[in-house]
């Protein structure tokens, strides 16, 4: 159980990288056009989307900040379910 916990762990991490990424890529103009943005890009989108559509700010966009804060719910939500079944 203690493998499936850290494998979980692991893919948030990864995951909140690709976000920051998002992020920085989004501030460089030249690297929005390489390989490696768009993998982000495909990556991030379908949680960022969503997130942009709850929280319209003009201007300014803070569904990264809000994805992260959503995934830490999330992996902590699943981690300690995995913990409560592997106990039982």
Same mark, same amino acid.
């Given at each position: ?9 692991? $893919? ?18 030249d690297l929005q056009r390489t390989r490696l943005a768009e ?14 559509? $709850? ?7 803070i569904s990264p900040l809000l994805a992260i804060i ?19």
């Amino acid at each position: 159980m203690q493998l499936l916990i850290n494998v979980v762990s692991l $893919l948030f991490t990864i995951y909140y990288y690709l976000i920051i990424a998002h992020v920085i890529i989004s501030w460089v103009p030249d690297l929005q056009r390489t390989r490696l943005a768009e993998i982000v890009h495909v990556l991030t989108e379908p949680v960022l989307v969503p997130l942009r559509r $709850l929280v319209p700010l003009p201007g300014i966009d803070i569904s990264p900040l809000l994805a992260i804060i959503v995934l830490q719910i999330a992996q902590r939500f699943l981690i300690n379910l995995l913990i409560r079944t592997g106990s039982v």
